[in-house]
C-alpha cells in the first residue's frame, strides 16, 4: 500500500449543474478551457512520466453529488485534460462511495476513486468502487479525519483511535488513502463559505477540522495515533518529530470608537452610491465578497409599529437595520424577515448587508448576495435606493484608519462601528489567537490584512488564528476591528497562545479588562 497523493483540479463543482441547465454550458466550458490552457501546461513537465513527482490528475470532484448528470460534461473535460497532458498520465475522479453517486459522477477513461471517513466495515465501504473499477487499486481520495464548523454549532471532530483504525484497515486491504484533512487551516478574510442542508449553514473562519496537524500546523494526539498505524506498513523517517511552533499570549490590547459606518461612507466607498429603483445584488454591482450598504427614506409617517418585511430569503444574509442612524434590529436569512419600525416620512432607512459566505456544496448554488427582491413597508414596495459598495479592505490597506497606539476605551455604541488600536511584541512575531471579549459579531484586520469573521455570540468558534508572519517584532501592530452589532463597555482584544474552538459565550461575557 501508498500514499495516494492527488493533484486535484476542484474547479468546477455546483456552477456545472445551474450553467448547463440554464444553457450557459458553451460560456462556461470556454472559461474552463482558458483556465486548462494556463493552468495544465505548467503541470505537464511535473508528471510522473516526465521526471516530476505528480502520479496522478483528478479532473471533477463529486460531480455525482449533482443532479444535472451530464456525460457530455464529463466528456470535454476527459478531452480537454488529454488534449493538454497527453496519453500516458492517469486521469481520475473522486465521488461518495455510493452507486447513485458514482453513476453520474464517472465516465470510462477516467479511472473512479471513492471517498469516505472512518467506519466498522472497510470492505463495505470501496465496494461500490469495484462495481465501477473491478480491477485496479482501490482508492479513498478523501479520508476524512474530522470536518468542518458551522457558526452556531458544536465544534467537530472524531477520535485518534477511530481515525487510526480506519486508517490501518484500508492499508490492511493494500489500498491507497489521501486524507481530508492532513493538517487544518484558516479561512481568512471572506472565504469562509457555505453549505446548504435544507438550511443555510455558513463555516466559521476556522477551518482546524480536527486534522491530524492543527490549524497552526501542531502535531496532536490524532497525528501521533495515525503514525503509528504507519509504521506497522513501512519504516519511519529517523529523527525526532518537528516540534510545535512557539506560540505568545501579547495580551490585552484597548481599542478606541474611530467611527461609524454611517459616517465614514466617503472613505468607504469613494466611488458613491449606485441609485437604483429598486434593490440591486451584491453581483450586480460587482461586489463579490463583505459588505453592502442599501439606503432609502421612508415614503410617509409612521406613528404606529409598521412590518419592514422581505419575501423569504429576500435578505442573503444578514442585514442590520438603521432608521436616522439608529440600529433598529436586524433580517436575516432563514431567520427573521419582519421588523416592526416606526419613523416620520423622509426618514433614512439603511440596511447593511453582509455576505456570510456563498455555499460551494449541494444542488442550490444561485447563492446571489445582498437584497434579492424588493422590500415592503406594510405591503407596500420601497424604491429609489442609494447603493453602496463598501471597500473596507482597501482602505484598511491604504492605513486607514490611522493607527491609535495604546488606545483608551471609548463609549460603546451598537454598531455597525469601526475601532482600531496597536501593540508591540516583546521582540518577537510568533503566533497568537485573539480573543474577544464582550464582543458581538464583526471582521478583524491586522496590519492591513483580513484575518477573517468573528462571532462569539454564536460560536463555537471564540479566537482567530494570527500567524506570526503577520506581525512586526520591532514595529507596531496595527488593529482594525469592524464590530456590527454591539462592542463591551470596555472595548479590548486578548491575544492568548491557545485557541478556543468550542464554546458558545453569552456577548457581555468576560468584558472586564484582565490586568496588565
Given at each position: ?25 458553451r ?13 495544465l ?18 479532473v ?16 470535454h ?29 464517472t ?7 471513492v ?46 483511535a ?21 493538517q ?5 478574510g471572506?472565504?469562509?463559505?457555505a ?14 477540522y ?33 516540534p ?15 467611527g ?53 430569503n ?18 436575516e ?8 419600525i ?8 439603511d440596511?447593511?448587508?453582509e ?13 446571489f ?9 406594510d ?9 453602496y ?9 491604504r492605513?486607514?484608519?490611522p ?23 516583546p ?76 464554546q ?13
Amino acid at each position: 500500500p501508498v500514499f495516494f497523493i492527488s493533484c486535484s483540479l476542484y474547479l468546477f463543482g455546483p456552477w456545472v449543474q445551474w450553467s448547463l441547465l440554464l444553457g450557459w454550458g458553451r460560456d462556461y466550458l470556454q472559461a474552463v478551457d482558458s483556465w486548462l490552457d494556463v493552468l495544465l501546461p505548467r503541470i505537464k513537465p511535473r508528471l510522473y512520466q516526465n521526471g516530476g513527482n505528480i502520479i496522478s490528475i483528478q479532473v471533477e470532484n463529486e460531480y455525482g453529488s449533482y443532479s444535472a448528470c451530464d456525460y457530455d460534461y464529463l466528456r470535454h473535460l476527459l478531452a480537454a485534460f488529454r488534449a493538454r497532458l497527453g496519453p500516458d498520465v492517469l486521469l481520475f475522479t473522486t465521488d461518495g462511495n455510493s452507486a447513485a453517486e458514482l453513476r453520474c459522477g464517472t465516465l470510462q477513461g477516467l479511472y473512479a476513486t471513492v471517498d469516505f471517513g472512518p467506519g466498522p466495515n472497510v470492505t463495505a465501504a470501496f465496494a461500490p468502487q469495484r462495481l465501477y473499477e473491478p480491477k485496479g487499486p482501490l482508492v479513498n481520495s478523501e479520508y476524512y479525519t474530522g470536518w468542518l464548523d458551522y457558526w452556531g454549532e458544536p465544534h467537530a471532530g472524531s477520535s485518534p483511535a477511530q481515525v487510526a483504525q480506519g486508517l490501518q484497515d484500508m492499508l490492511q486491504l493494500g489500498a491507497n488513502v489521501n486524507m481530508y484533512m492532513f493538517q487544518g487551516g484558516t479561512n481568512f478574510g471572506y472565504w469562509s463559505g457555505a453549505d446548504y442542508k435544507g438550511r443555510y449553514k455558513p463555516v466559521t473562519t476556522s477551518y482546524d477540522y480536527d486534522a491530524p496537524l492543527s490549524e497552526a500546523g501542531d502535531p496532536t494526539a490524532k497525528l501521533f495515533a495515525i503514525r503509528t498505524v504507519i509504521s506497522k506498513f513501512q519504516p519511519l523517517p529517523e529523527g525526532p518529530m518537528p516540534p510545535a511552533t512557539p506560540k505568545y499570549a501579547y495580551g490585552p490590547v484597548p481599542l478606541r470608537k474611530q467611527g461609524e459606518v454611517l459616517e465614514l461612507l466617503d472613505v468607504l466607498c469613494p466611488g458613491g452610491p449606485i441609485r437604483s429603483r429598486f434593490p440591486l445584488t451584491f453581483e450586480a454591482v460587482k461586489q463579490a465578497h463583505g459588505f453592502v450598504l442599501y439606503r432609502t427614506r421612508l415614503p410617509r409617517d409612521v406613528w404606529d409599529p409598521a412590518p419592514l418585511s422581505s419575501p423569504p430569503n429576500g435578505v442573503c444574509d444578514r442585514a442590520y437595520v438603521l432608521l436616522n442612524g439608529v440600529r433598529t434590529g436586524r433580517l436575516e436569512r432563514d431567520g427573521q424577515m419582519t421588523l416592526n419600525i416606526t419613523g416620520q416620512a423622509g426618514a433614512t432607512l439603511d440596511l447593511l448587508v453582509e455576505n456570510m459566505g456563498r455555499i460551494n456544496f449541494g444542488v442550490n448554488a444561485s447563492d446571489f448576495k445582498g437584497l434579492r427582491q424588493n422590500l415592503s413597508l406594510d405591503s407596500a414596495l420601497l424604491s429609489d435606493w442609494l447603493i453602496y459598495p463598501l471597500d473596507v479592505d482597501s482602505a484598511v490597506t491604504r492605513g486607514w484608519p490611522p493607527p491609535t497606539p495604546q488606545a483608551e476605551g471609548s463609549r460603546a455604541r451598537l454598531g455597525p462601528v469601526l475601532y482600531t488600536g496597536a501593540f508591540q511584541t516583546p521582540g518577537i512575531a510568533w503566533d497568537t489567537f485573539v480573543k474577544f471579549p464582550g464582543w458581538s459579531k464583526g471582521q478583524l484586520w491586522i496590519n492591513g490584512f483580513n484575518v477573517g469573521r468573528y462571532w462569539p455570540a454564536r460560536g463555537p468558534q471564540q479566537t482567530l488564528f494570527v500567524p506570526g508572519s503577520l506581525l512586526s517584532a520591532s514595529a507596531p501592530n496595527n488593529i482594525t476591528l469592524l464590530e456590527l452589532e454591539g462592542a463591551p463597555p470596555r472595548p479590548f482584544v486578548l491575544f492568548l497562545d491557545r485557541p478556543l474552538l468550542n464554546q458558545t459565550v453569552s456577548p457581555q461575557a468576560g468584558t472586564e479588562l484582565p490586568p496588565p
